[in-house]
């Protein structure tokens, strides 16, 4: 995409518009002001119907090192399907499962467009149709992972993630629900936004064992297996 440019409306209550190189001016809804220079633009078109243009700037990170992190705000997030994340201090994080609650009305939607005619104007409403309950599902769990994330970025100094292997996750019986979970999209969100507040994020192999180890003594269980949900350490502490 070319250099865009956004300029402020002429007048009170007046559209403001973007312009575009041998487009002109495009009516915008207007976000939060940029003041640095705007390298690029790229123009995306949703399934639902909206045009989205995203903004390439270019602006100088301050070289100063991170203030160090106090370890009483300092916290570890693992991630799961039964729970979306079990933090260290004992807070449990619900999964929201947006996909699965609006199964039913994408089903609707999906045999709707099957008895429509190709390339009928019916079939096309059908499609765009479809393309709405994905789009609603979509902006659903983004605005509730942003919420999150943004959330624990500015509650605690420092955060440790595993480095979980969603891949092959996803390959699994679980795909429907590591896929609604968007396990990724978490993580990703997390990386700039500590970057952002200038917290700590740390990534932990995916080879140690998190999960089998007792947050009480520390004792390492070799022997759980995935379907061991709970399972109670030697020192009494009871974990799932």
């Given amino acids: 995409g070319g250099g865009g440019k956004r300029e402020p409306p002429g007048g009170q209550g007046e559209t403001p518009k973007g312009y575009v190189p041998k487009v002109g001016g495009v009516r915008v809804r207007q976000g939060p002001p940029i003041y640095c220079p705007i390298k690029g633009a790229t123009f995306k078109r949703e399934a639902d119907g909206p045009w989205y243009v995203t903004l390439t700037a270019e602006f100088e990170m301050p070289d100063v090192p991170l203030p160090p992190a106090n370890p009483e705000r300092v916290v570890g997030v693992d991630l799961g399907l039964k729970d979306f994340a079990v933090l260290s201090d004992g807070t449990r994080i619900a999964p929201p499962r947006f996909y699965r609650k609006g199964l039913a009305k994408l089903r609707r939607a999906q045999r709707e467009l099957s008895r429509k005619r190709r390339g009928s104007k019916n079939r096309e409403k059908a499609r765009h149709r479809l393309s709405k309950v994905h789009a609603r599902v979509r902006n659903q769990r983004q605005d509730w992972l942003h919420k999150l994330t943004t959330g624990l970025v500015q509650k605690y100094d420092g955060l440790c993630i595993e480095d ?76 799932d």
């Fill in 164 to 239: 979980l292997n969603l891949k092959g996750m996803a390959r699994t019986k679980l795909s429907t629900s590591v896929l609604d979970a968007a396990l990724g999209e978490f993580r990703r969100q997390l990386e700039y936004k500590t970057v952002w507040h200038r917290k700590h994020l740390a990534v932990i192999d995916r080879y140690f064992p998190s999960s089998k180890l007792c947050r009480e003594c520390g004792t390492i269980h070799t022997a759980l297996t995935l379907s061991d949900r709970v399972w109670t350490c030697g020192c009494g502490a009871v974990h």
